[in-house]
């Protein structure tokens, strides 16, 4: 059965010059993302550099985005890591603010490790949490963690907790296995994450699409979500994968951040954390490229 897709955005996170969390630039930069279109946010996963925050930075992000406006039915807060303590303390902060769920990754760390303990940590978290509110979303991104979410692990782990296991994000980038992850598991709701992806996710049944290049070009993927099935379809699914593949050229994070900056006119928005680095001027024709593409597809998309 195909599915309404709908788009997260995996928001950036924003850091002042001491490279402390920029609470306001961080609420106001969310906001617009919303106003483009999106369904909803994805923040503290890997786009918003959450694994080189502390677990009380994230927290104080969540309650600044709150507080700002933004409705936690819309936020899906990543609340994985390698501490089960930590994951099981920013998951319950999490739903006890109303969020819509959250998006866990496994425990990365340590490598090459048995699937009865990746099931023995998910364990742990949903039973520590023991509230039947709780909505996970697995993350699987094998090229960071090293610790692959596998077809068997989660058929484990919706046939224990059914209501529990919501969905999953597949950020391997390996179509075959995202449409595996649909065919087996057809009432989860699964997100690609590359919009480039959202045609052949959605027809094999799939959620939509989880992105990094969201931040910058939303708009656009909201209309190509919008256009499915339609004459402007293939018109739309070539810019939007322009975009896309122009960001995979580039350094993804600081790219992102630095595009993101001339959208608001504010170069505060380009600062990352260590151990990325801000762009030096090698970069600076493709970041040019990449602002120009994406004001212009956005402005089609809010025109159409």
């Known amino acids: 059965m195909r599915k309404t ?45 959450a694994n080189s925050m502390s677990v009380d930075e994230r927290i104080e992000a969540l309650d600044a985005l709150l507080a700002g406006g933004v409705a936690p039915t819309r936020l899906i807060p990543g609340t994985g890591c390698c501490a089960l303590a930590d994951s099981i303390r920013l998951t319950r902060d999490a739903l006890s603010k109303g969020c819509m769920g959250v998006l866990v990754l496994p425990p990365f ?12 940590a998910f364990a742990g978290l949903i039973d520590a949490i023991g509230d039947s509110r709780l909505r996970v979303y697995l993350y699987h991104i094998p090229q960071f963690t090293g610790v692959p979410v596998t077809l068997s692990l989660t058929e484990r782990l ?8 919501a969905g999953l994000k597949d950020s391997s980038g390996n179509r075959d296995n995202t449409r595996a992850f649909i065919e087996a598991f057809p009432d989860l709701d699964v997100f690609s994450a590359s919009e480039a992806l959202i045609p052949q996710n959605v027809a094999a049944g799939g ?21 499915l099935g339609s004459k402007r379809e293939a018109a739309i699914a070539a810019q939007v994968t322009e975009v896309r593949k122009l960001f995979e050229s580039l350094p993804l994070i600081p790219a992102i951040k630095a ?14 954390r260590p151990p990325f680095a801000a762009l030096d ?14 004001q212009d597809f956005n402005a089609a998309a809010e025109v159409n």
């Not at 048995?114 to 099931?119: I, M, Q, S, T």
């Not at 969201?214 to 909201?222: E, L």
């Not at 595009?259 to 990352?272: L, N, P």
């Open 207 to 227: 959620a939509g699409c989880i992105s990094a290049s969201a931040n910058v070009n939303a708009r656009a993927i909201v209309a190509l979500m919008r256009a």
């Open 5 to 49: 897709p709908r788009l997260f955005v995996p928001a950036i996170t924003p850091f002042r010059a001491d490279l402390s969390v920029d609470h306001a630039r961080f609420v106001t930069n969310c906001k617009a993302l919303l106003a483009d279109g999106a369904d909803g946010l994805a923040p503290f996963g890997t786009t918003s550099e």
């Open 158 to 165: 919706l046939k224990a907790y059914p209501r529990t296991i």
């Open 109 to 120: 760390y340590y490598k090459n490790v048995p699937e009865d303990g990746l099931f023995a």
């Open 281 to 294: 001027g090698r970069h600076d024709a493709d970041i040019a490229r990449a602002t120009r593409l994406c």
């Open 259 to 272: 595009v993101t900056a001339r959208r608001h006119g504010d170069m505060a928005y380009a600062q990352v």
